[in-house]
């Protein structure tokens, strides 16, 4: 099973600000088959990015995916007031297929 | 675009099992694959399986081997979850998802509470 970490667990920022969510994988996550939630309470996950670094239709391009392997970066350039909220990997590359544990990303 | 609808929200007593439904309406059914998630009240997201319709095999994650059974009607392109042996800790939302390329698509998720 890949177990993904994903730091920090609280990220306390500021609207207009830059954000830098990191999930790193126990082990390679086969053809980069990682993709980046967004979750507010009381929804379902809103999938942000998949393949690492494709975007899924209709999301804002402030949001962006990077990194191959073990290491990934999902990048919000500006933040606006409805991108506070919970953010998850997952990868789909293998079974079973995991989420890493969450970063809140949470108002300055 | 593929809309995913589940049945509505239930309430079980423990040792009882919960089945789940997930309607897909658009695109083609039977090709992709169909996972559940689960997820616990303020707490993170756990895939428990999948299936691919046209094939009709499941795949389950360890922790829920034994507990958990995965269906799919081509007929009415609907997916299922059955959970037996419920307890309390398995309150939780369980959402389906259709797996599009790695472009998933989710349902709106099914509270099942468990309660005696």
């Known amino acids: 099973e890949i177990v993904l970490t994903q730091s920090p667990g609280t990220l306390s920022l500021s609207p207009g600000e830059r954000a830098t969510l990191s999930c790193r994988a126990g082990q390679s996550v086969g053809s980069n088959y990682l993709a980046w939630y967004q979750q507010k309470p009381g929804q379902a996950p809103r999938l942000l990015i998949y393949g690492a670094s494709t975007r899924a239709t209709g999301i804002p391009d402030r949001f962006s995916g990077s990194g191959s392997g073990t290491d990934f970066t999902l990048t919000i350039s500006r933040l606006e007031p409805e991108d506070f909220a919970v953010y998850y990997c997952q990868q789909y590359g293998s079974s079973p297929y995991t989420f890493g544990q969450g970063t809140k990303l949470e108002i300055k | 675009q593929v809309q995913l609808v589940q049945s509505g929200a239930e309430v079980k007593k423990p040792g009882s099992s919960v089945k789940v439904s997930c309607k897909a309406s658009g695109g083609t059914f039977s090709r992709y694959p169909i996972s559940w998630v689960r997820q616990d009240p303020g707490q993170g997201l756990e895939w428990m399986g999948r299936i691919i319709p046209m094939v009709g095999i499941p795949d389950y994650a360890q922790k829920f081997q034994g507990r958990v059974t995965i269906t799919a009607d081509k007929s009415t392109s609907t997916a299922y979850m059955e959970l037996s042996s419920l307890r309390s800790e398995d309150t939780a939302v369980f959402y389906c998802?259709?797996?599009?390329?790695?472009?998933?698509?989710w349902g709106q998720g099914t509270l099942v509470t468990v309660s005696s």
């Open positions: 998802a259709r797996d599009y390329g790695g472009n998933w698509n």
